[in-house]
């Protein structure tokens, strides 16, 4: 398995040093400035301020060459995961529908929060039991997810909503704290589940998430082999 970080200025380092440690196979850093992303299984975007959130949260990332790469691996059914920035990043760029807003209250919101899984149907879920409740951490500031009544009711009726608060700590509608597109290769969520893959860290949650990835590859990769 070949796995790829997406770096901008601005971007934290945990997803990669988590990553690194606990998918198979290597993981590689991807400096902005590259744009080859061939032959990676799965590529992710990390949290983080990238281009210090000038303008909006994740729109001059979105605008880079590198994304334009990403759209079209995307496009061809490659894994892409967007975490925190990384999720503003996929909106930004069109590759998941609704727009992120700053927190109901305006307030930077840092804490553990319970999740609720709605869609245990997808490669990133598959290990997770419907409606399970989960912890993982927030951190954020514009992570107020929100969309039109139409585009909501899509999502609602596709199964795209994959994640959803227990206490929406931010305004978002619908509660939404993770979504899914038509397609299914493409997943973004503001809580971190690379934050929560450790007791240390006060919540393994989201090791569930990079084992379902792991579990469907060797499924797709290895046992058909």
Same mark, same amino acid.
């Given at each position: 398995?070949?796995?790829?970080?997406?770096v901008?200025?601005?971007?934290?380092d945990d997803?990669?040093?988590?990553?690194?440690?606990?998918?198979?196979?290597?993981?590689?850093?991807i400096?902005?400035?590259?744009?080859?992303l061939?032959?990676?299984?799965? =590529?992710? !975007?990390?949290? &983080?301020?990238?281009? #210090?959130?000038y @303008?909006?949260?994740?729109?001059?990332?979105?605008?880079?060459?590198?994304?334009?790469?990403?759209?079209e691996?995307?496009?061809?059914?490659?894994?892409?995961?967007?975490?925190?920035?990384?999720?503003? =990043?996929? !909106?930004?760029? &069109?590759?998941?529908? #609704?727009?992120? @807003?700053?927190?109901?209250?305006?307030?930077?919101?840092?804490?553990n929060?319970?999740?609720?899984?709605?869609?245990?149907?997808t490669?990133?879920?598959?290990?997770y039991q419907?409606?399970?409740?989960?912890?993982?951490?927030?951190?954020?500031?514009?992570g107020?997810?929100y969309?039109d009544?139409?585009?909501?009711?899509?999502?609602?009726?596709n199964?795209?909503?994959?994640?959803?608060?227990?206490?929406?700590?931010?305004?978002?509608?619908?509660n939404?704290?993770?979504?899914?597109?038509?397609?299914?290769?493409?997943?973004?969520?503001?809580?971190?589940?690379?934050?929560?893959?450790?007791?240390l860290?006060?919540?393994?949650?989201?090791l569930?998430?990079?084992?379902s990835?792991?579990?469907?590859w060797?499924?797709?990769?290895?046992?058909?082999?």
């Amino acid at each position: 398995m070949k796995s790829a970080v997406i770096v901008f200025p601005g971007s934290t380092d945990d997803l990669y040093e988590i990553t690194s440690e606990i998918l198979p196979g290597q993981v590689d850093r991807i400096w902005y400035k590259d744009s080859n992303l061939k032959d990676y299984d799965l =590529i992710m !975007l990390s949290g &983080g301020f990238s281009y #210090g959130d000038y @303008l909006r949260a994740g729109a001059i990332a979105a605008r880079t060459e590198i994304v334009t790469a990403l759209k079209e691996r995307a496009e061809s059914g490659q894994l892409v995961l967007g975490v925190g920035n990384g999720f503003q =990043i996929l !909106l930004e760029s &069109g590759l998941l529908p #609704g727009v992120m @807003l700053q927190n109901e209250g305006l307030d930077f919101v840092c804490k553990n929060n319970n999740l609720i899984v709605r869609n245990n149907q997808t490669t990133f879920t598959c290990n997770y039991q419907e409606n399970e409740v989960i912890t993982m951490p927030i951190a954020h500031g514009s992570g107020r997810y929100y969309c039109d009544n139409q585009t909501l009711e899509q999502l609602q009726a596709n199964q795209q909503i994959v994640f959803s608060y227990q206490d929406n700590p931010n305004g978002s509608i619908g509660n939404i704290a993770g979504i899914i597109n038509q397609a299914g290769n493409v997943l973004g969520m503001m809580p971190h589940p690379e934050r929560a893959t450790s007791a240390l860290l006060g919540s393994e949650a989201g090791l569930k998430l990079f084992q379902s990835i792991i579990e469907k590859w060797r499924e797709d990769h290895v046992n058909n082999s």
